[in-house]
């Protein structure tokens, strides 16, 4: 049994909301994504992801299947499709030059979670008062701290921090990553784009989704709030679901 909750919000920096999300209890998915692109390209690329994954779902059900293998082809298949509608219109439509988005995913059979994750929107765990992320993101500052050339910290304040290297759209073709974790009662899964962590520290995201006796909507609009009350420099939206 999941209790979920989730909140987007365009932040205090942004005239418009390039973020997306989509949730579809009943086949057990939920949906980030954080478009990218001039002018609306980068809210087109979000929302046709969140909208093309959920119609692929509707109408290729999952039936609460488990075997990796399995979803992991099923994911292949599905994100293979939305990334080449994509990279299409942003070929065709001249106002949708460099149109892109990033797309986090949890699907949750019962006591098992699969993650996919394209760019830097993430996933988290939050399991006894400790956030543990679950995704790796697809940054240019991510890959230099992989290769020892930089530190964690230097990669926060670094110049190129926003930039990504892979996204929905951006490539004719796409390589997702696969993360699947067992879960257990009181875990909470938390689904964001880099609106929320690049404001809000993991111990603040622990403390307000630890607390039993706040449900998940509320501790979604904590995490809104706290984030715009820091920065809200970019978009935020949150997915939380708890064990």
Same mark, same amino acid.
């Given at each position: 049994?999941?209790?979920?909750?989730?909140?987007?919000?365009?932040?205090? +920096? +942004?005239?418009?909301?390039?973020?997306?999300?989509?949730?579809?209890?009943?086949?057990?998915?939920?949906?980030?994504?954080?478009?990218?692109?001039? /002018?609306?390209?980068? =809210?087109?690329?979000?929302?046709?992801?969140?909208?093309?994954?959920?119609?692929?779902?509707?109408?290729?059900?999952?039936?609460?299947?488990?075997?990796?293998?399995?979803?992991?082809?099923?994911?292949?298949?599905?994100?293979?499709?939305?990334?080449?509608?994509?990279? =299409?219109?942003?070929?065709?439509?001249?106002?949708?030059?460099?149109?892109?988005?990033?797309?986090?995913?949890?699907?949750?059979?019962?006591?098992? /979670?699969?993650?996919?994750?394209?760019?830097?929107? +993430?996933?988290?765990?939050?399991?006894?008062?400790?956030?543990?992320?679950?995704?790796?993101?697809?940054?240019?500052?991510?890959?230099?701290?992989?290769?020892?050339?930089?530190?964690? =910290?230097?990669?926060?304040?670094?110049?190129?921090?926003?930039?990504?290297?892979?996204?929905?759209?951006?490539?004719?073709?796409?390589?997702?990553?696969?993360?699947?974790?067992?879960?257990?009662?009181?875990?909470?899964?938390?689904?964001?784009?880099?609106?929320?962590?690049? =404001?809000?520290?993991?111990?603040?995201?622990?403390?307000?989704?630890?607390?039993?006796?706040?449900?998940?909507?509320?501790?979604?609009?904590?995490?809104?709030?706290?984030?715009? +009350?820091?920065?809200?420099?970019?978009?935020?939206?949150?997915?939380?679901?708890?064990?």
């Amino acid at each position: 049994m999941l209790e979920l909750g989730f909140k987007s919000d365009k932040g205090l +920096r +942004r005239g418009n909301n390039e973020d997306a999300c989509f949730v579809i209890p009943s086949s057990d998915v939920y949906i980030v994504a954080d478009g990218v692109g001039g /002018a609306s390209a980068g =809210e087109i690329a979000s929302r046709t992801a969140v909208s093309r994954i959920a119609d692929y779902v509707d109408k290729h059900p999952l039936n609460r299947e488990k075997d990796e293998d399995t979803v992991i082809a099923y994911f292949l298949e599905c994100l293979k499709a939305v990334n080449a509608e994509i990279y =299409e219109n942003a070929h065709k439509y001249k106002e949708n030059e460099g149109m892109a988005t990033t797309v986090v995913i949890a699907y949750v059979p019962g006591d098992v /979670a699969f993650v996919v994750n394209v760019g830097d929107s +993430r996933g988290y765990v939050c399991r006894g008062g400790e956030m543990t992320q679950i995704t790796e993101d697809h940054t240019y500052v991510n890959t230099l701290v992989k290769r020892g050339i930089i530190t964690s =910290e230097e990669a926060k304040n670094h110049k190129e921090k926003n930039k990504i290297t892979k996204a929905l759209g951006g490539e004719p073709t796409i390589e997702p990553d696969f993360f699947k974790i067992e879960i257990e009662q009181g875990d909470v899964i938390l689904l964001c784009s880099d609106g929320l962590y690049g =404001e809000v520290d993991d111990a603040s995201m622990a403390k307000i989704l630890s607390d039993k006796g706040s449900s998940m909507s509320s501790a979604c609009n904590k995490l809104v709030t706290i984030a715009n +009350r820091r920065g809200g420099r970019d978009n935020i939206t949150v997915v939380a679901l708890r064990v």
